[in-house]
């Protein structure tokens, strides 16, 4: 175990043991962060080793403001009514100045929601669903992760090239499902209209009948599928449509598919040839700030990162910078500060949050996937920034409520 990995650890034993009188003392900043760490531990455990890594280079640092920046790490159960208890409990018991969090949508949608009533600030770090910067933004909320709608939109880009004319779609039957099959839909048909989606999959989230989802598919014979599935939803669609040809001879699209949360568990039985978003870490050349995070990411954890992680890290990125730029911890002052602030030294470069709507410029990596001693990898990608794809300040603006 190397030395940040026993620091971390036994900085985190001796908050544990710690009497809540005693923290309440401590010179430190502190921010709450609400996530599914049991259903989701997949990507909630990474995204909060990314957290902790970023934590200790910054406090080693110097911290903010002269003070050390601690997170406080709470599970929501998926729950939003419990998410929104937690954050209250945070504000006002705990000593945060702002929350974080909550990878799944509905979650956030509500911690969005209670942000705004309360006048907090809150950090979308990893909900996908659009509608929390658009036709649900509010002046409390900022998004870290990439638009769905600019990863939709790069699929998109790539199937309208194929002669592939009819589309079915499967995604979970939640906010993000929703939104990123309605984004996928818009952009495709607006880039050819001649196609047509002859089927649409609606599977509860986390419990697909993946028999039946892929017998419905093949009955409606389309030239591509695009996939929005993931988690053990994706393993169970993958391998049920494996065994029944459901991909021979199609294209598929799939959405987040590229990720190693979701990749990895496939092993050998990871797709071949689909067309994907994801996180390539393992393709990142020497010299660049992606690889510099990998290789600190790897040494801190012994463990490969996952795209959890890289969002993890930015989060507390940002956080930090926006409690620099600031120069206070107030609300108000860090909600101004978090407006069209840049973060310089990220793994990606320079990340803006955007004035117009508070989403960041994370962008995503497209490729295509294969299968490399014996697991799934993606081949042939590229980072594509988001810019080109995001709809126009004009509809943006139109999109979100007045403020």
Do not use: C
């Amino acid at each position: 175990m190397n030395m940040l990995r026993r620091t971390v650890l036994a900085t985190a034993a001796a908050l544990a043991l710690a009497p809540a009188a005693a923290l309440a003392q401590d010179d430190t900043i502190k921010v709450g962060e609400i996530n599914h760490y049991k259903r989701m531990a997949a990507f909630a455990e990474p995204y909060k080793m990314g957290i902790e890594l970023a934590l200790s280079e910054i406090n080693a640092d110097g911290g903010v403001l002269g003070k050390d920046l601690e997170f406080i790490f709470r599970d929501d159960q998926g729950d939003p009514a419990e998410a929104v208890k937690i954050a209250e409990e945070l504000m006002t018991r705990e000593g945060a100045v702002m929350f974080t969090g909550s990878i799944l949508s509905h979650v956030g949608l509500a911690l969005s929601s209670f942000a705004n009533e309360k006048g907090y600030l809150y950090l979308a770090a990893e909900p996908l669903a659009d509608s929390l910067v658009w036709h649900s933004g509010n002046p409390w909320t900022f998004r870290l992760r990439a638009s769905t709608w600019v990863q939709a939109a790069m699929l998109a880009e790539e199937a309208a090239k194929t002669d592939a004319v009819t589309y079915a779609t499967i995604a979970p039957n939640y906010a993000y499902g929703q939104d990123a099959v309605a984004a996928f839909k818009e952009n495709l048909k607006r880039l050819k209209p001649e196609v047509e989606f002859v089927a649409e999959q609606w599977p509860a989230l986390f419990n697909i009948d993946a028999g039946a989802e892929v017998q419905a598919i093949e009955r409606a014979k389309p030239d591509a599928i695009y996939n929005v599935t993931f988690g053990t939803d994706l393993a169970k669609f993958v391998r049920q449509g494996g065994d029944r040809g459901l991909f021979d001879g199609r294209d598929v699209y799939g959405l987040l598919t590229g990720e190693p949360e979701y990749l990895d568990p496939l092993g050998e039985e990871a797709p071949e040839g689909w067309f994907v978003t994801g996180f390539p870490w393992y393709g990142f050349e020497d010299g660049t700030p992606g690889k510099t995070f990998v290789d600190a990411y790897m040494d801190a954890t012994g463990e490969t990162p996952k795209i959890g992680s890289l969002v993890g890290y930015m989060t507390a990125q940002s956080i930090a910078a926006a409690i620099e730029t600031a120069g206070a911890t107030d609300t108000d002052a860090l909600r101004q500060a978090f407006e069209g602030l840049t973060v310089e030294d990220t793994p990606i470069g320079p990340l803006t949050y955007r004035e117009i709507d508070n989403q960041s410029t994370l962008g995503a990596w497209v490729g295509t996937t294969a299968l490399e001693d014996g697991k799934g990898v993606m081949v042939d990608w590229e980072y594509k920034d988001p810019a080109p794809y995001m709809p126009s300040d004009e509809e943006v603006t139109a999109m979100r409520p007045a403020e």
